[in-house]
Every structure is written in C-alpha cells, then in structure tokens.
C-alpha cells in the first residue's frame, strides 16, 4: 500500500531539493529535481512552491492544456497536488474548479462559468461514489444515469477531450456495477476516456481509499494519504492524451531478465523457468514484457556481459522473450548511458520516450544523471515485483492499439537494413530508386481510426503544428465535408510500415489550410512529403483550390521541420516568436520539379 501512496517508483530525493528549486524554477533544465520520492511534508511544500510560482516556471518544454474539474465533491485540496503531478510528467495544467454541493449544480456551474483556451482544453468529470450514495438517498440511479447522460451529451457538443472518473464499489454492491457498466456504454457512445479509479483503488484497497470523517465534514472524496497516487495517475492519463506514451523499454540481463551472473554461473545455472520462486518471478516478467512488445513497445538490450555470451543465452536456454524480439541489443563493457544514446541514434527516437529498467541502483542512477528525459523506475529487491515496478508507473499505457503496433518491431527492424543499404549505395539517389517505394493515398478511413489517432497522438518529431487529436476530432474530420484529410502508407523492398504520414486541413474560399501534418520518425527522409504534396496538389486542382496555407508552430520536439515548407517551394508570409506561415500558389508551381521516388497509389 504504501509503495503506491508513495510514489516509490520515483528516486529517492536529495535534502537540498527544495533549495535547488527556489533557485532555478527552469524546470526544462532541472526536470530530475521534481521528479523523485518524497516525504510527504516535502511533496506539500514542494507542490505548493511551485503552485506558487507557476508563472515563472519556463514552460517551453512543456505540454500545456487546460483541465476543467467538474465534481460534486469537495476538490480543491487536489489541484497543487494535480500539479507538481502534472510537471513530473512534463505537463504545465491551468487547473479550473465547478465544484457545488452535487455533480449536478456543480456542471450548471462550469455552463455558466466556461471559458475558451487558446491551448488543448480537457473536462474531467470527477464522478464520485459517497456523492453517489447521498444522490440515492433521495434519488433513483435511473436518475442519476439520466442526468449524467444529459451532461456528456452537452460536453460532448464542445469538441473537447472528456475524462469521465468511473466509482469505487468499495462494499461490491450491484448498483454501482451497473453505473460502471453505463458508463463503459457512455465513453463508447460520446467518445470519452475513462479514468478507471475503480481499477487503481484495489491496488490500496478499495476499502481504505476513503475517509468518511473528512466526507462527512468537508465532503473530501477520499483519504488524503490517497491523494499523491490519484493525482500521478490521473496526470499519467493527461500525458497520454497529449501523447506522452513511452516507446523504448531498455533492459539489463543479470538479475533482471534471469536471476544470476551469466559470466559467473553460466548460461545452465541463471534462473529462469518453474522450478522455484525465483526462476518463475523472472518467467513471468518476460512475459509481460513480451506482451508489452505486442502493444508496440521496443524492446532493446543494453548489458555489461560478452555479447556473445548473453546471445547465446537467448539460443539455448528456454524463455518466453528471443533474440528476434530485440530491436537493439548492446551487451558489451561500455557505460550503459553511451550504449543508450547509440540506441536512441540506431532508432531515431529521442530518449525522453526511453524507459530504462535495471536491478542495479548505481547504473540507474548513473543513467538518470547523464541521459536527458529517461524514464527510470526504482526496482524492488524481490523480482516478482518486477512487473509491478514496471507496470504501475504507466509509461507504456495508451488509450488504444492498432494492428501497426505488433508489426512495429519488424519494422524497426527492417529501417536497420535500409541504413545497411544506404552506407553501401553510391549516393542518396541511387539507395533511394533501389528502395523500390510504393504509398497508398486516401482521405481518412473509419476503419483506420486507432492508428490515425495513435499517430496524431504520438509522433513529436515531425509535426508541424504539435496539435492532438482525439478519435472525435478524427470522426468530426471525416464527416465535415469542409475537411480536407490525407493518410498514407510506405512499402518498399524491405517491407511495409504501415500508415505512417497523416494531414488535416479545412477550405477556406480557395484555399486549404493545412492544420495539422505528421509522419513517423520511421520514414524520414525517403522522399514521402513530395510525393504527399503531389497527391495533395492533383486533388485540390479537381475542386479548383489554388493555394496551400501550411503552419508551422514550434516546440521543442519538431525543430527538424522547421524548413518543412521551404524545402517544398512555400513562401513565408508571416512569422512571429512562435510560428511561421508559409504559402504556396498553385497556378504558379511546377509539381514535377519536386524529385521523389515513390510510385503514388489511390488507396
């Protein structure tokens, strides 16, 4: 219990901590500092300092969005703690409260009161069980269904994110198993996300979550020694919203992945199997991660041991995860944080979507030190908490999962053997007509709806506006036929990626603006964006559009499209400290002189 209250995933803290913060609130340079395990008068102080100071935090490096509370419950006790939260996942929240004396007066509140925001904008419907019961009191939950059904339908007009908190059912009664089931039926119908707190409450004890004094005094909806571990994960799900899934899990192999030294006891005697506590800890933990690896996440080696050796390992000895599992595998006597960073290169994936998980405390900590934005989670002594250290933190958790997602270690896989093929190639030109590509283009396609919002949601490299969408803004997309969208496939000799580049905009007289534009970090530099345009530029003449308007907002993340729309021959038209524009005049511009080598398929 207290592993969760705590946050002992996070490191321990270092006693001057809250002197380092006073000094330097640049948290974009000093992001470690919040992000460890502290006491609790330390995380009220800490929490509060920051509240305090929010306007100076510098927020260049940070996810912004708006959260909207709506609770019938007492909750302003949780918006400091929401906060620093929200920062250890690299997330600044401008937090705003409708909270009256039940759920429903309370949305009243938030109609009267709303506001529109500039940046990404998400309602929480903070439902609550011991509100719950006083509505019973005097109330069917016929009508509590009913009028929960009225305000999802009001929000949902908003096109904002809906999170919707699901109840507790703390003493098992049917009722609110019924209201669970509703609610599961609601996020299908209004597209919400639920915040499964029904789930997270029985790693506590879903018994020991509330503190009915304190509801009966100040209506407080649960214990406060609760409250750390419900606000980290409720700032965990707005991270995901705003794309903030891990993709790389980094291993290291001796007492992580099998018990034992494999230089010192040999590849028969390291424990891995059903014959004792130990090897079935360390079965079951591979298990997980392979299941992980079918969800999408890469999996990667980086060990002190003789490659060969722990190889051999993977051949010989009987074990869910294999060699092919691996995209990476660096076992050899280099510092882990170089053979991180080589990892990171080989991927082309920054290591702020890395997750670094290690028996040994030194080299986490070494790694925490010196690679920027890792995710490393402390370990228990026990492996058969393996699984729990690993899962809890949520940093592979995502809202859905695509068929792309169990091909994405073949096609990490096949990106290798086309760096192969580039190093031996005469020049660029010549690797890339050998590549023999092929890119099926269309409109957005409702059966692709789980890995367009997945590649709106997670690519940061490329993409022009950083803006992200939901599976309701897909849908509004696809219905609004003011709506111009594009998606994209890659193929080539090697193999197919999948949909990997994706473009949203809207007419406006004769033109198009390009609202938003990814493309997976997978298949960056193959031409794909000229022969997007191409396509791009054969629809708009059939409907007499004669310009392209195209953004570029930007980030921290996406610095390498800054000449996006330069390199495909736009104008700027205005810049400003946060965006350029960018135009392009279709009766004036050539298509054929853009080279690409990519045969274009309607598809």
């Given at each position: 219990m207290i592993y969760?209250?705590?946050?002992?995933?996070?490191?321990?803290?270092?006693?001057?901590?809250?002197?380092?913060?006073?000094k330097n609130l640049r948290l974009s340079l000093n992001h470690g500092l919040i992000n460890c395990n502290?006491?609790?008068?330390?995380?009220?102080?800490?929490?509060?300092?920051?509240?305090?100071?929010?306007?100076?935090?510098?927020?260049?490096?940070?996810?912004?969005?708006?959260?909207?509370?709506?609770?019938?419950?007492?909750?302003?006790?949780?918006?400091?703690?929401?906060?620093?939260?929200?920062?250890?996942?690299?997330?600044?929240?401008?937090?705003?409260?409708?909270?009256?004396?039940?759920?429903?007066?309370?949305?009243?509140?938030?109609?009267?009161?709303?506001?529109?925001?500039?940046?990404?904008?998400?309602?929480?419907?903070?439902?609550?069980?011991?509100?719950?019961?006083?509505?019973?009191?005097?109330?069917?939950?016929?009508?509590?269904?009913?009028?929960?059904?009225?305000?999802?339908?009001?929000?949902s007009k908003e096109n904002n994110t809906i999170i919707v908190q699901n109840l507790i059912n703390y003493k098992n009664l049917n009722y609110i198993n019924k209201i669970n089931k509703e609610i599961l039926k609601f996020s299908k119908k209004y597209r919400l996300i639920i915040f499964d707190i029904n789930k997270y409450s029985k790693f506590i004890g879903s018994n020991k979550w509330f503190d009915k004094a304190k509801y009966k005094f100040a209506k407080i909806p649960m214990s406060l020694e609760n409250l750390n571990f419900?606000?980290?994960?409720?700032?965990?799900?707005?991270?995901?919203?705003?794309?903030?899934?891990?993709?790389?899990?980094?291993?290291?192999?001796?007492?992580?992945?099998?018990?034992?030294?494999?230089?010192?006891?040999?590849?028969?005697?390291?424990?891995?199997?059903?014959?004792?506590?130990?090897?079935?800890?360390?079965?079951?933990?591979?298990?997980?991660?392979?299941?992980?690896?079918?969800?999408?996440?890469?999996?990667?080696?980086?060990?002190?041991?003789?490659e060969k050796t722990t190889q051999d390992a993977f051949k010989k000895k009987k074990m869910p995860l294999k060699l092919s599992d691996f995209v990476a595998f660096k076992s050899n006597w280099d510092d882990k944080a170089t053979n991180i960073n080589k990892i990171s290169k080989e991927l082309n994936l920054s290591t702020d979507s890395f997750v670094f998980f290690d028996d040994n405390p030194m080299e986490r900590d070494i790694v925490r030190k010196?690679?920027?934005g890792i995710s490393v989670p402390e370990i228990d002594n026990d492996p058969s908490n393996y699984i729990r250290d690993l899962a809890v933190p949520g940093y592979f958790d995502a809202l859905s999962y695509s068929k792309e997602d169990a091909q994405r270690t073949q096609t990490y896989?096949?990106?290798?053997?086309?760096?192969?093929?580039?190093?031996?190639?005469i020049n660029v030109e010549s690797y890339l007509r050998s590549l023999n590509m092929k890119s099926n283009m269309s409109q957005f396609k409702i059966k692709n709806i789980d890995r367009i919002t997945q590649l709106f949601l997670r690519s940061n490299q490329f993409n022009l506006t950083t803006k992200r969408y939901q599976k309701k803004d897909i849908i509004n997309f696809i219905k609004n036929k003011n709506n111009y969208t594009l998606q994209a496939d890659l193929s080539d000799k090697f193999g197919q990626n999948g949909i990997v580049s994706l473009l949203a905009g809207s007419f406006?007289?004769?033109?198009?603006i390009i609202e938003?534009?990814?493309?997976?970090?997978?298949?960056?530099?193959?031409?794909?964006?000229?022969?997007?345009?191409?396509k791009i530029i054969y629809d708009l003449?059939?409907?007499?559009?004669?310009?392209?308007?195209?953004?570029?907002?930007?980030?921290?993340?996406?610095?390498?499209?800054?000449?996006?729309?330069?390199?495909?021959?736009?104008?700027?038209?205005?810049?400003?400290?946060?965006?350029?524009?960018?135009e392009l005049n279709l009766n004036n511009f050539n298509v054929d002189k853009n080279k690409n080598f990519i045969k274009i398929f309607n598809g």
């Amino acid at each position: 219990m207290i592993y969760y209250q705590s946050l002992q995933w996070l490191p321990k803290s270092e006693n001057i901590i809250i002197k380092k913060i006073k000094k330097n609130l640049r948290l974009s340079l000093n992001h470690g500092l919040i992000n460890c395990n502290l006491s609790d008068e330390d995380e009220i102080n800490l929490s509060n300092h920051l509240y305090q100071n929010k306007k100076k935090i510098e927020k260049n490096d940070l996810k912004k969005v708006n959260l909207n509370i709506i609770s019938g419950s007492n909750i302003s006790f949780m918006v400091r703690s929401i906060f620093l939260n929200c920062l250890r996942n690299y997330t600044y929240v401008n937090v705003n409260l409708f909270e009256k004396y039940n759920l429903f007066d309370s949305f009243i509140s938030y109609e009267k009161r709303r506001k529109n925001f500039s940046e990404k904008i998400i309602n929480f419907l903070a439902l609550d069980t011991l509100d719950l019961i006083e509505f019973k009191k005097n109330q069917s939950t016929s009508n509590y269904l009913k009028n929960l059904e009225k305000i999802l339908q009001e929000l949902s007009k908003e096109n904002n994110t809906i999170i919707v908190q699901n109840l507790i059912n703390y003493k098992n009664l049917n009722y609110i198993n019924k209201i669970n089931k509703e609610i599961l039926k609601f996020s299908k119908k209004y597209r919400l996300i639920i915040f499964d707190i029904n789930k997270y409450s029985k790693f506590i004890g879903s018994n020991k979550w509330f503190d009915k004094a304190k509801y009966k005094f100040a209506k407080i909806p649960m214990s406060l020694e609760n409250l750390n571990f419900y606000t980290y994960k409720l700032s965990r799900l707005i991270n995901i919203i705003l794309g903030g899934t891990k993709k790389v899990l980094v291993l290291d192999l001796d007492n992580t992945l099998w018990g034992g030294i494999i230089g010192d006891d040999g590849i028969k005697k390291i424990k891995i199997g059903r014959k004792d506590k130990v090897s079935k800890s360390f079965l079951n933990f591979q298990k997980f991660i392979k299941k992980l690896k079918s969800k999408g996440v890469l999996l990667a080696v980086c060990s002190k041991n003789l490659e060969k050796t722990t190889q051999d390992a993977f051949k010989k000895k009987k074990m869910p995860l294999k060699l092919s599992d691996f995209v990476a595998f660096k076992s050899n006597w280099d510092d882990k944080a170089t053979n991180i960073n080589k990892i990171s290169k080989e991927l082309n994936l920054s290591t702020d979507s890395f997750v670094f998980f290690d028996d040994n405390p030194m080299e986490r900590d070494i790694v925490r030190k010196n690679i920027s934005g890792i995710s490393v989670p402390e370990i228990d002594n026990d492996p058969s908490n393996y699984i729990r250290d690993l899962a809890v933190p949520g940093y592979f958790d995502a809202l859905s999962y695509s068929k792309e997602d169990a091909q994405r270690t073949q096609t990490y896989k096949s990106n290798i053997k086309r760096n192969n093929l580039l190093k031996k190639s005469i020049n660029v030109e010549s690797y890339l007509r050998s590549l023999n590509m092929k890119s099926n283009m269309s409109q957005f396609k409702i059966k692709n709806i789980d890995r367009i919002t997945q590649l709106f949601l997670r690519s940061n490299q490329f993409n022009l506006t950083t803006k992200r969408y939901q599976k309701k803004d897909i849908i509004n997309f696809i219905k609004n036929k003011n709506n111009y969208t594009l998606q994209a496939d890659l193929s080539d000799k090697f193999g197919q990626n999948g949909i990997v580049s994706l473009l949203a905009g809207s007419f406006i007289k004769d033109t198009l603006i390009i609202e938003n534009w990814v493309m997976s970090c997978r298949v960056l530099s193959r031409t794909l964006e000229q022969a997007i345009l191409k396509k791009i530029i054969y629809d708009l003449k059939k409907i007499n559009i004669n310009k392209i308007i195209g953004i570029y907002k930007h980030s921290s993340r996406n610095k390498i499209v800054i000449n996006h729309y330069k390199n495909l021959k736009f104008i700027m038209q205005k810049k400003t400290k946060e965006k350029t524009s960018w135009e392009l005049n279709l009766n004036n511009f050539n298509v054929d002189k853009n080279k690409n080598f990519i045969k274009i398929f309607n598809g």
